[in-house]
């Protein structure tokens, strides 16, 4: 399996036993738990994926596609070749555009 380092963040604080008199962890991980969200509100409906993708990204700008191959990262957008452009979207802050690469659940299987 692999996994990027918000999936692991969100596996980490899903986990983590704060105590309750411990504010300053708490806001943490509630912070850590928000950003999780927000980027799993960004990840694909792959039911509206188009025939033969396998790979779906954010740029920096925001625009989003949907990759027939693996895509790679160039200076500011993820290139592959084989693109088709969805949407823009708003990458919330504290989201770092690199992150945003999500592969079709069937093919990372």
């Known amino acids: ?3 990027n380092f918000i999936d692991a963040a969100g596996v980490l604080a ?4 704060v105590a309750y008199h411990d504010l300053l962890a708490r806001e943490a991980k509630s912070i850590v738990q928000a950003t999780v969200a927000a980027y799993d509100a960004l990840a694909p409906d792959w039911s509206q994926a188009p025939d033969g993708a396998e790979w779906y990204t954010i740029d ?3 625009s989003s596609h949907f990759h027939e191959a693996k895509p790679t990262r160039i200076v500011s957008f993820w290139e592959s070749g084989t693109d088709l ?5 708003d990458i919330p802050i504290g989201l770092d555009w690199r992150l945003c690469k999500w592969q079709r659940p069937e093919v990372a299987a």
């Open 85 to 89: 452009m969805v949407k823009v979207v």
């Open 60 to 62: 920096a700008n925001g």
């Open 14 to 17: 899903d986990s983590a036993d």
């Open 1 to 3: 399996m692999s996994m």
